[in-house]
């Protein structure tokens, strides 16, 4: 594909900073993602980094059916578009509970599930299911080393998965791990210690069956580790930065052959000196949580940062001359899903034409329920 895939012919159509989404560029994802498993049934894409129900349509178009999501509004999103099968991969508390009852009342053709980890998290979820009259897939949410959510495998959480098997108003669908923290570049040592992780799963499971514990699927993986869950074929798998893809991942997994489908245009706003331009991208406008370089330039190369706040990035280059204030620029960000999020709306390009807007729809943390 040609280097200037990204180029916008009239960029004056644009302000900045803007969110630049190139559909074509996700359809070859989508592709490349259903190709690694052989079929579209096996995916349970995560909505989390695209938040868009131009995106969702795309997939549904592509035969995928099933999706996760981390809100309650991302799970509004996906059942308004026609999602048939979704998995809110955070444990519902408080209100969340009955938001989620509540889409389930709304849209009784989806399957809704979600995960837990507690067993007092897994009681308020069966009384408040039993008082709707609905029985809730709850998948068993592992801990497989990442200790951000879930439960070790071992006998507390087999005696958690046989709970909600127990408990009218639930129902066990199955175990979900999420391995993010599967982090080496090697793509051989990523899957030596994948392969360590699923020694402790591979048993746990068993032994539910082996007690007459059924375990009707198991959810696993992010995008680092989908080429490995991809070869279980009882595995569904749910990467989610593979839609659109960063230059974070592309750098760290060079093994992931996903292109590039968002983009993020700037401009010089001013020339503080010989040696240096700002741009409209401060933190309000890209993910701003990792290191610098937190945005990758194209066709400049060897810019350093020297400042960035809320609405500025200052970067000192030698071709600092070469720019005009005016001047677009155009960015792939370290980390898309919460640059993504500061969007209300990406610009939609095709064939270096802006030819529609698309609202990123579960940015905000409500819609209806």
Known sequence: MADDWHTLADPDEIPS????????????????????????????????????????????????TKFKCATIAEAEMLAQEGAKDVLLANQPVGPNIARLLGLGGWFPDVRFSTIADDAEAVGNLAQAAQAAGVTLPVWLDLDVGMSRTGIAPGQAAATLYKLIGQLPGVDPAGLHLYDGHLHEGDPAKRLAKWQTMMDQVRPFRTGLEADGLPVPGVVGGGTPTFPFHAQHTDHVCSPGTTLLWDFGYRDAFPDLDYQNAAMLLTRVISKPGTDCITLDLGHKAVAAENPHPRVRFIGLDNA???????????????EARRFNVGDCLYGIPRHICPTVALYDR???????????QWQVTARARKLTF
């Open 17 to 64: 900073p803007a969110l630049l989404i190139y559909p074509e560029r996700i359809g070859e994802n989508i592709r490349r993602m259903i190709a690694a498993l052989g079929q579209a049934e096996r995916l349970r894409p995560h909505v989390k980094t695209h938040k868009m129900a131009e995106v969702v349509q795309l997939q549904l178009k592509a035969g995928i």
């Open 304 to 318: 350093e940062p020297v400042v960035h706040s809320e609405e500025h990035l200052t970067l000192r280059t030698a």
């Open 346 to 356: 990406a610009h939609v390009i095709r064939g270096g034409k802006l030819t529609d």
